[in-house]
């Protein structure tokens, strides 16, 4: 963990990061978020990929939930930028948190005050290096993706994810790397914090925004990647059955960030190994996030380097 977390306008020491137990998130899950990462770039410098976009989610997520962020979206960038700085991180993962704070207790959030966070911390690949190169297993979870008919999949917000974690841990208990849900009518959804793609004859399939998922941003990264390769992207339904049939399988996430997937339902993907279509997609995808593709550059947000000691 590092050193500083900016809270609610100033950095504080890690240990003094602290709520109340009367927070209304605490107790209702009324918070939104944001997962970010920010990568070396070759100046040595650290950039935020797609940094606008995540804040802008984050004010669309809070907006859902009738939170009024306290502060611009220009403020949480320029804050986002002085706790990597502060931190002294070229690369890390970075996690912009608006909640409810302690106030009147009850359901209604409304009087509750609003809260963010800013923390920062250096994080490897979430599904592992070996996910990444080799591919994970994967197994289609017993729950279902939230319905849009109870709460907002396209919101990032806290509560939402007891889903995730019901489908994690039952994964993990079976000896899977990752659930994949299907959405309330049991077309395929995503995984607990990735949203996936299918390899079918050389054309890419993911689902779209009819299947609950959460849009996630790696996953436009992900498309406009595939279709400047020249690959057809289709968003559509996608049927349980069509992913034993798929010559591959990729999801897509921060966190994840591009990685394969090798075995569904302890069923090989293709040929049991990351294809060469998800290959291709994921080298270029690597170069973008590292600043190395040109073609991605005003994906980045660059990091001022701190202004020298006086
Ligand atoms: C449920 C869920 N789906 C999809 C994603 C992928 O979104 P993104 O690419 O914006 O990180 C995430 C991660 O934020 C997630 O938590």
């Known amino acids: ?49 797609r940094h606008g976009d995540h804040i802008d989610r984050l004010f669309q997520s809070a907006g859902l939930y009738h939170m009024e962020i306290p502060f611009s979206k220009e403020e949480i960038r320029a804050a ?19 909640f409810r704070g302690a106030g009147p207790m009850g359901l209604f959030p409304l009087d509750c005050p609003v809260e963010v966070t800013i923390a920062v911390w250096e994080w490897g690949a979430y599904l592992g290096d070996e ?16 319905s849009p008919d109870s709460l907002i999949p396209a919101a990032k917000a806290t509560g939402q994810y007891l889903n995730s974690v019901l489908a994690k841990i039952e994964a993990d208990k079976a000896g899977y790397e990752e659930g994949i849900l299907l959405d309330q009518r049991g077309m395929v959804c995503e995984g607990t914090g990735e949203n996936l793609f299918i390899v079918k004859d050389g054309t890419i399939a993911t689902p779209g925004f009819t299947s609950s998922i959460l ?24 049927a349980r059955g069509e992913l034993y049939l798929a010559d591959e399988i990729f999801m897509t996430g921060t966190a994840a960030e591009l990685t ?9 993907v293709g040929e049991g190994r990351p294809g060469p279509i998800t290959r291709e997609i994921q080298n ?16 980045l947000d660059v990091v001022p380097a701190p202004a020298p000691a006086p």
């Open 1 to 49: 963990m590092s050193q500083w977390i900016w809270m609610n306008g100033e950095l504080v020491a890690y240990e003094d990061a602290k709520v109340h137990v009367l927070t209304h998130a605490l107790h209702y899950g009324t918070g939104v978020f944001e997962g970010v990462r920010a990568y070396e770039n070759p100046s040595g410098q650290p950039a935020i990929f």
């Open 80 to 98: 986002t930028h002085e706790t990597i700085t502060r931190n002294g991180l070229k690369s890390c993962y970075i996690r912009p948190l608006v």
């Open 131 to 146: 996910g990444k190169q080799n591919g994970i297993r994967g197994k289609v979870s017993s729950w279902r993706r939230i």
């Open 215 to 238: 849009g996630g941003i790696n996953r436009l990264s992900a498309i406009e990647i595939a279709r400047d390769l020249g690959y057809e992207v289709v968003e559509r339904d996608i």
């Open 260 to 268: 394969p997937l090798r075995e569904l339902d302890d069923q090989p």
């Open 284 to 299: 270029v995808f690597e170069d973008a996030l590292h600043g190395r593709a040109e073609r991605y550059a005003h994906w």
